[in-house]
């Protein structure tokens, strides 16, 4: 089953899909996060065309817990995209998964200026992993 991670920003977007086989997860170029409405519509195409079947939108929650501004929008936005779609779409908390990104890609050897343009999908690669590796593996059903 093919799933697609969601680092849900204001201006942009991390994408991160899957492998076939549902073990990967692969960073794609950020969208647009400026227009929900067309981000959906682009989130549509890309599983229409990719065969994806599970969304998993990162909630941003602060590190006590609680919900603030930016999750009550990613809550409303897994909902237009779920309405929309009709796929399932499951809501992941997604504290410290830019601080993981930026490490990883540190790491590889981006310094900060040259993180910007790929840290939201790295971003949306953490989010999408954790999910994956935390999943039941169909094998042992």
């Known amino acids: 089953m093919r799933s697609a991670g969601i680092d849900l920003g204001k201006v942009r977007v991390g994408i991160a899909v899957s492998d076939e086989l549902g073990l ?3 960073a794609r170029p950020f969208l647009d996060g400026k227009n929900p409405g067309q981000l959906v519509n682009v989130l549509s195409a890309l599983a229409a065309s990719e065969g994806i079947e599970v969304f998993v939108v990162g909630l941003p929650l602060a590190l006590d817990g609680h919900e603030g501004t930016s999750a009550k929008r990613a809550r409303s936005f897994a909902q237009v995209l779920k309405a929309r779609t009709g796929l399932r779409v499951i809501l992941m908390d997604e504290r410290l998964t830019t601080k993981q990104a930026s490490l990883q890609l540190r790491a590889a050897g981006r310094n900060s200026k040259h993180q910007r343009q790929v840290i939201d999908s790295a971003s949306a690669v ?12 169909s094998a042992q059903s």
Do not use: E, G
């Open 24 to 26: 990967m997860a692969h």
């Open 126 to 137: 953490v989010l999408l992993q954790t999910y994956l590796d935390s999943a039941p593996c």
